[in-house]
């Protein structure tokens, strides 16, 4: 049997085929959008390429146009102090380290853990119980908002969209308290 031949990905205004660095293969269940990112060749250019929205919902959200901008820079901050103060818990908790004598404990950076901590305990009070759970299902246990309508025993299309509402409601609360939407 013949071997099936790759197709090349050429895309409007760019030069040539060889400058389309688009993946021109990808498996039938991928779910990607397209993203404008730094050319790591050329500084200072930008390129177009495929990123992988399946296992993101923030991603997702953003690349089907549900929620703007400030909200998914709002999401993706919220996601890295929930990441910081994890880690800062995690890592006291380790009891695989080998326990050695003499040399410096290197612990987590307890000053970034700690500002993280505050920032997330001023956005829980802002944002109330039910959506800072809503959140945190989202950005920390990556469930899509079918999953977390499901979740908290809502399975229908109305409450999905009520779930939904109430995320990019808190993105939004989020966005406005640090700074990131106008």
Known sequence: MARPRKTRVTLPGLRSPAHARLAADLPHNAEVARAVVDDPYEPGAHITVLRAIRDDPLARLRARDQI????????????????AAESGRLASLDLTRIKSDGGAYT???TDRVDAARKRLARDRALLGARAEAVLRDVLARGLMLEQVAVRHGHPD???????????????ETIAKARGLAG
């Open 107 to 109: 612990g987590p950076d």
């Open 157 to 171: 299309a109305r409450s999905r969209y009520y779930f939904g509402r109430l995320f990019r409601e808190a993105l």
């Open 68 to 83: 703007d901008e400030a909200q998914y820079r709002a999401g993706r901050a919220w996601q890295a102090d929930h990441e």
